[in-house]
């Protein structure tokens, strides 16, 4: 079984799924840690209406599915914030598949996304409680850096530069090969 990556639009159904999944998730361990009890219902729905990733389309932006063994298990996302500074955003794989080289794939390809959009960094926010995805960002080159938002959740953030040396390496050392293809 292996990882397949391709774009897809943001409200697809999969994308949909996924995204409630993701949000979700990521809610309820906020309100779990601060407040001892998962989202409220009508709270959850109307964050997930709210935000429903219009940015994440061409041109200035992209949504990107893996699929293990053909079905939806993650997400990620890029989108322009200037024209040499892209985001990653919506970074999620189904807790069943975790560990498994899907997230660093996601982010490898958003990251090629981000390129081919014309970002020459990638900059992405996320949480102190969020210790896997802080540690995944640091093994994939990612640096503390300034704020570049004022997300009340954000607590970390974390830049990225996405040049290539003469090998064809970015230049936080991962090579480009199969290893690291989107469809690895």
Do not use: C
């Not at 391709?6 to 949000?23: H, I, K, V």
């Not at 079905?71 to 040499?84: K, M, S």
């Not at 390809?109 to 949480?127: I, K, M, S």
């Not at 009340?152 to 290539?164: D, I, Q, V």
């Amino acid at each position: 079984m292996t990882w397949t990556i391709t774009p897809e639009p943001y409200d697809s159904p999969a994308a949909t799924a996924l995204w409630r999944a993701y949000y979700t998730e990521v809610s309820d361990r906020w309100y779990l840690l601060h407040e001892g009890r998962p989202t409220e219902t009508g709270e959850l729905e109307r964050e997930i209406a709210r935000q429903t990733g219009t940015e994440l389309t061409p041109p200035r932006g992209v949504l990107l599915v893996g699929r293990w063994d053909g079905e939806p298990e993650g997400t990620a996302g890029v989108r322009l914030l200037d024209a040499t500074t892209a985001e990653l955003t919506r970074v999620y794989v189904r807790e069943g598949l975790r560990g498994r080289g899907g997230a660093a794939l996601l982010v490898g390809a958003a990251e090629e996304a981000a390129r081919e959009l014309g970002a020459g960094r990638v900059v992405l926010d996320t949480r102190s409680d969020l210790v896997e995805a802080r540690a995944l960002y640091a093994r994939l080159g990612y640096r503390e850096a300034p704020a570049h938002n004022d997300d009340p959740y954000a607590e970390h953030w974390f830049a990225k530069p996405l040049g290539r040396d003469a090998a064809g390496r970015d230049v936080a050392g991962r090579g480009t090969g199969p290893g690291v293809s989107p469809g690895g």
